[in-house]
T-cell receptor, first 113, second 116 residues
Framework: DAMVIQNPRYQVTQFGKPVTLSCSQTLNHNVMYWYQQKSSQAPKLLFHYYDKDFNNEADTPDNFQSRRPNTSFCFLDIRSPGLGDAAMYLC????????????FGPGTRLLVL | AQSVAQPEDQVNVAEGNPLTVKCTYSVSGNPYLFWYVQYPNRGLQFLLKYITGDNLVKGSYGFEAEFNKSQTSFHLKKPSALVSDSALYFCAVRLPNTGTASKLTFGTGTRLQVTL
């Protein structure tokens, strides 16, 4: 089945230790998004890629970076995680012919010790 | 400012009764409106959307929503609730003129609790 996959589902890291979260898709969508969601709050958009064009939200901390080596994969890099970065990280994609609907992966829950 | 409001943190309803989860929006131009559902420790699942046309939109799992432009609302409804509908529901609006990427603004979510 076509889908959005996120690995790992749970990630534990140490304060200040770089961590990478991954997202892959089999939908062949050209837009990929990363959201941060804390404690049942609304998801907050961090950035998105339209093909290889990177679009950062104005309030996304510099600590958060992203890479998209190809259509299928997108990575979220947190260079120096702080305790406040503990959250669920959601990846989503949208369809070239249906830009309005986003399809979400199951999320990666990050714990910072 | 463009925003989405979900005035109820939680909605409680008995199984078999109708349910309504409220959403109001504030956006310049013609909004695109969405409902997503999130089960514990899962990602968001798309339920339905309003882009244009008929104000009553039908979606997955028997849910529907009515777009009301005069009241700037997009309430989610279901005629008969199931215990399995218990989850966190998010309303979202697409900001107009954001190019080709669908940049969504989400409401704060409403937890639906359906009991026997």
């Amino acid at each position: 089945d076509a889908m959005v996959i996120q690995n790992p589902r749970y990630q534990v890291t140490q304060f200040g230790k770089p961590v990478t979260l991954s997202c892959s898709q089999t939908l062949n969508h050209n837009v990929m998004y990363w959201y941060q969601q804390k404690s049942s709050q609304a998801p907050k958009l961090l950035f998105h890629y339209y093909d290889k064009d990177f679009n950062n939200e104005a309030d996304t901390p510099d600590n958060f970076q992203s890479r998209r080596p190809n259509t299928s994969f997108c990575f979220l890099d947190i260079r120096s995680p702080g305790l406040g970065d503990a959250a669920m990280y959601l990846c989503a994609t949208s369809n070239p012919g249906d830009q309005e609907t986003q399809y979400f992966g199951p999320g990666t829950r990050l714990l910072v010790l | 400012a463009q925003s989405v409001a979900q005035p109820e943190d939680q909605v409680n309803v008995a199984e078999g009764n109708p349910l309504t989860v409220k959403c109001t929006y504030s956006v310049s131009g013609n909004p695109y409106l969405f409902w997503y559902v999130q089960y514990p420790n899962r990602g968001l699942q798309f339920l339905l959307k309003y882009i244009t046309g008929d104000n009553l939109v039908k979606g997955s799992y028997g849910f529907e929503a009515e777009f009301n432009k005069s009241q700037t609302s997009f309430h989610l409804k279901k005629p008969s609730a199931l215990v399995s509908d218990s989850a966190l529901y998010f309303c979202a609006v697409r900001l107009p003129n954001t190019g080709t990427a669908s940049k969504l603004t989400f409401g704060t979510g409403t937890r639906l609790q359906v009991t026997l």
